[in-house]
T-cell receptor, first 115, second 113 residues
Framework: EPEVTQTPSHQVTQMGQEVILRCVPI?????FYWYRQILGQKVEFLVS????????KSEIFDDQFSVERPDGSNFTLKIRSTKLEDSAMYFC?????????????FGPGTRLTVT | GENVEQHPSTLSVQEGDSAVIKCTYS??????FPWYKQELGKGPQLIID?????GEKKDQRIAVTLNKTAKHFSLHITETQPEDSAVYFC????????????FGGGTRLMVKP
């Protein structure tokens, strides 16, 4: 069964450093998403991406964040200058078509630890 | 924006019993309500979903009900098994180009053998 994959599973970085989290969505999917979950809190939406542009973003997704689909398979989340409060699990998700069914399939997540 | 509340935060049942998890939402425009199961060290797995034009949906031991008027929806698991032990999340969204999911806080279900 096709699944979303994410790398790395755990990333440790120092405050102020740039990090790139990588995701490979399910191959025939067209919509891509990033969510995050701070320990003990709800899963929060960050951004959705379709047709090489951002469809929707939350207040969390400020100028420090960016997304990119550099090739036909990868979808990345970049945090330019990490803060302590960016420490969280980051989940990538993809869906075949947002309008028709909305089903989103999640990857296993990347645990980001900012020290 | 949308706000989703989920109860209870923890639920312990005996194997074979039923489990019910409830969620309420605030945005009457929401029209899609998925449920996710998250096991330790894994990402959320979609287990069932329901749309606003349907009141109930069932898939084997799992069922979901939706009350649009009251803005609440529930997950029912019958004949629980130890492998049902996990954290369950409800979510709500308006299916459109963005399709942002708003999640509840999660319920840790423990099924005791």
């Amino acid at each position: 069964e096709p699944e979303v994959t994410q790398t790395p599973s755990h990333q440790v970085t120092q405050m102020g450093q740039e990090v790139i989290l990588r995701c490979v969505p399910i191959s025939n999917h067209l919509y891509f998403y990033w969510y995050r979950q701070i320990l003990g809190q709800k899963v929060e939406f960050l951004v959705s991406f379709y047709n090489n542009e951002i469809s929707e973003k939350s207040e969390i997704f400020d100028d420090q964040f960016s997304v990119e689909r550099p090739d036909g398979s990868n979808f990345t989340l970049k945090i330019r200058s990490t803060k302590l409060e960016d420490s969280a699990m980051y989940f990538c998700a993809s869906s075949e078509a947002a309008r028709s069914n909305g089903k989103q399939y999640f990857g296993p997540g990347t645990r980001l630890t900012v020290t | 924006g949308e706000n989703v509340e989920q109860h209870p935060s923890t639920l312990s049942v005996q194997e074979g019993d039923s489990a019910v998890i409830k969620c309420t939402y605030s945005d009457s425009a929401s029209n899609y309500f998925p449920w996710y199961k998250q096991e330790l060290g894994k990402g959320p797995q979609l287990i069932i979903d329901i749309r606003s034009n349907v009141g109930e949906k069932k898939d084997q031991r799992i069922a979901v009900t939706l009350n649009k008027t009251a803005k609440h929806f529930s997950l029912h698991i019958t004949e629980t098994q130890p492998e049902d032990s996990a954290v369950y999340f409800c979510a709500a969204s308006v299916v459109n180009a963005g399709n942002m999911l708003t999640f509840g806080g999660g319920t840790r279900l423990m099924v005791k053998p």
